[in-house]
């Protein structure tokens, strides 16, 4: 995986600062409650589904205390992305809002619960077993490491192709090699030319 092709999002590039600027560098300090207090955000557990509730003076993240951990995990990302980045009350909005949100809740899940910059200590292990120490390391399910692992492999991958079109372009641009025997008569040529602007001058 090269990791020095993949360009982050706006988004991620600004989740990565909040990270950073808190101490949270490595996998094993994406900590539930350290993450939470970074957003004055409280986490509570619940019997009933994983939501979240908030206004401008408090926030609350609910989790159903009898998933997993990697569930509890992954919900409590999903969940952030609410208060963080949308307003309004669900229960009044269309559907096609809401799926929107969700959406973008899912993509930010992604980027928050496995930043890219934090993979580059894991860059050297290779095959099956990649996934299974990401999973133990990051604490989420196998099969969310792999959706998050495809995703940057586009990214990556688009990076690679933007590259090949780019230098594509720049050898086309460049100026065209002439052969020996066209440089001779492009050189004779300007010598006939200049042998004439100074017999007519």
Not at 89 to 113: R, W
Request: net charge negative.
């Amino acid at each position: 995986m090269q990791l020095n092709l993949y360009k982050p999002t706006d988004l991620e590039q600004w989740i990565t600062l909040q990270y950073q600027q808190n101490g949270i560098h490595y996998a094993s300090d994406l900590d539930i409650e350290k993450i939470a207090s970074i957003f004055n955000t409280t986490v509570m557990t619940s019997k009933g589904p994983s939501h979240v509730q908030w206004d401008d003076e408090f926030c609350v993240i609910f989790i159903n205390g009898y998933h997993r951990e990697e569930t509890k995990r992954e919900m409590f990302f999903h969940e952030l992305c609410h208060p963080i980045r949308h307003e309004g009350n669900q229960n009044k909005m269309p559907t096609s809002f809401i799926e929107l949100q969700e959406i973008q809740a899912s993509i930010f899940q992604l980027y928050a619960a496995m930043p890219a910059y934090m993979l580059e200590e894991f860059k050297n292990i290779q095959g099956p077993v990649h996934t299974k120490v990401l999973a133990e390391e990051f604490r989420l399910s196998e099969q969310f490491i792999i959706r998050r692992l495809e995703q940057i492999n586009q990214r990556i991958l688009r990076e690679q192709q933007d590259e090949l079109y780019r230098a594509s372009r720049r050898r086309t641009s460049k100026p065209p090699e002439y052969t020996e025997e066209t440089k001779r008569i492009l050189n004779q040529l300007y010598r006939q030319i200049k042998h004439k602007l100074q017999l007519e001058a």
